[in-house]
């Protein structure tokens, strides 16, 4: 999950509750989805999000949820923007692996320290999550007045973005006092080594230029010439890309971002060979839901009105076919939302369009979320605003008013059904190791079922083509919404040690155990992939031995009545000689052993580690 560092004196300031307290503050935020995940040294919060709302991958986002969280704004708001005087203009020598680019500029800012800080936040996690480590989008942030426009006599300034060879031009990239060629930015600058993946095999590379020369190198670095500094007033942005969708979404969340800050946007032509568009794209979307199925899913009985008032709350608009009710236009100006530094303020934008076709899976996708025969059905047009792409389907919009209303202010009840549920047979197991495990001293985990290869395979030491657990063909996620989540885990013990590399600044001794899904590839499978639930554990102390997972092993084994053998095997993850198989009632069912010291090293750890897996059916 991302998660964002805030200040919440500056939390306070741009929400004009300078009186909340950090306790209030973090009741708030929880009430928003936002979880408190700790504070940093400097006494900032660090906050964790749904990765569906990058709107809130700011301070200045957070603080826009809250306000309307409090009541204090309403309803849409899209900011004016100036007409453009500056084109940037896209020739045929773009390579085609990434041939988008977009733009907004933004006067009036005047950054301080402080938001600077949080613009280069949000463009880091905006590279991390959107932009898929910028190789989906990558955002450029340049000194407008360092810029020098080509074709001083054309109605409007211009920019070029264009292929290079990589040796081309140089040009002097940031962090750095020479002067370089692409080619050698990537080869002997940390940061184009960093991605260097993302255009090395490209035969041209791209780059943007002004009357000057490069400043530019998408989507690696930028040059020092422009570099926003604290002071800076007036900010070009550029955005290039291999979605236009994509890059456009995440212009809106740092115009919003920008513009709550003080900051005018202007508008900024893209000039393609077959089509001139205008940016930052502002429009509005529209979704349809029922008065019914609102009610049918919260579980309350409420009426148009305040409906109508939850979504205004929600930072949304909507109109009924109702006359009596009607709806944001109702709203008087004192009410509605009129935007700037003071009373207003947004950023935001999500997930990428594939995802549209994704989160609504399985689920109906008409628009009006619900029978639309009845012509005297009560139906809310919804208005969505610029920076909330992760509002895909009339569910959502459910979601917004269930977070207005309060989600802890619904009432429990049981459902309207003629029969009553209890727990099945592999939750009973699950909850009977869980407690065994918990009464051995683990401390029990649950953790993310989605990970990458690297973690599964490279970094233990393993590859998916040995005869060992955990090396099967991992069932692949076809868009991944981030690397870092790339693959269903084919094994926990991975996972566990990811914890403990997090953690080592924590006491010792750590015991640690799971039980949740793994999964792999099988064409023998109605869905070709087989799934099975895993037991792991680790115990992480300066005298860890073979021997400590073992007796934690043996007194599971005794606790359900099974025979336990552990006859020696070898596992690239393990210490050879201090590694067996995991035999229950005659079946192999997994792996026991001391991790590999490469393992250890891999993972920062310092201390010896020993640990086990096992499939739980094995328990029964």
Known sequence: MPVVDVDPDELRELTGKEDKSDEELKDDLFGLGLEFEGETEDGEFELEFAPDRLDRLSVEGIARSLRYHYGDDRGVYVPSTNDAQWTIEVEESVPEERPYVTGAIVRGAELDEEELESLIQLQEKLHATMGRKRAKGAIGVHDLTMLKPLGEGDENKRIVYRGVEPDEDKFVPLDDDSERTPAEVLA???????????????????????????????????????????????????????????????????????????????????????????????????????????????????????????????????????????????????????????????????????????????????????????????????????????????????????????????????????????????????????????????????????????????????????????????????????????????????????????????????????????????????????????VAGVVARTDASYEDAKARLQAIARAFDKDLETPPTDHPSFISGRTAEVVLDGESVGVIGEVHPKVLVEHDLEVPVSGFEFELDALR
């Open 188 to 534: 002997e600058h940390p940061i184009g080594d960093d991605y260097a993946p993302l255009v090395e095999d490209l035969d041209r590379y791209p780059a943007i230029y002004d009357a000057i020369g490069l400043f530019s190198f998408p989507p690696v670095i930028n040059g020092q010439r422009t570099e926003v500094e604290a002071g800076s007033r007036d900010l070009f942005i550029e955005m290039t890309g291999t979605d236009q969708w994509t890059i456009d979404k995440m212009l809106n969340i740092v115009c919003y971002a920008l513009e709550a800050r003080g900051g005018k946007i202007e508008d900024v032509e893209v000039e393609y060979a077959d089509e001139t568009v205008v940016r930052p794209d502002l429009s509005t979307d529209t979704k349809t839901v029922s008065h019914d199925r609102i009610e049918s899913l919260l579980g309350i009985d409420i009426a148009g009105t305040d409906v109508i008032d939850l979504l205004e709350r929600a930072g949304l608009d909507a109109e009924t076919n109702d006359d009596e009710i009607g709806g944001s236009d109702a709203r008087t100006p004192d009410t509605a939302n009129t935007g700037g530094v003071d009373e207003t303020t947004e950023i935001e934008t999500v997930p990428t369009r594939e995802l549209e076709a994704e989160s609504v899976a399985g689920i109906e996708d008409d628009e009006s979320s619900g029978p639309d025969e009845d012509a005297d059905e009560l139906l809310y047009e919804v208005e969505i605003p610029p920076y909330r792409v992760d509002v895909l389907h009339p569910l959502d919009i459910v979601d917004d008013i269930g977070r207005s209303y309060g989600f802890n202010d619904l009432e429990p009840k049981y459902p309207d059904v003629s029969t009553v549920g209890g727990r099945h047979d592999r939750s009973r197991l699950e909850d009977a190791a869980r407690d065994a495990l918990v009464g051995l001293g683990f401390e029990d985990l649950l953790n993310f079922h989605m990970t990458n290869e690297e973690e599964l395979f490279d970094r233990m030491g393993l590859d998916a083509d040995d005869d060992a657990l955990g090396a099967e063909d991992p069932a692949t996620i076809t868009e991944p919404y981030s690397e870092d989540y790339t693959v269903i885990r084919t094994w926990a013990l991975p996972s566990l040690l990811m914890v403990l590399e997090n953690n080592t600044h924590r006491a010792y001794p750590q015991d640690l155990a799971e039980i949740g899904l793994a999964a792999h590839v099988d064409t023998d499978e109605a869905t070709n992939v087989a799934e099975h639930r895993t």
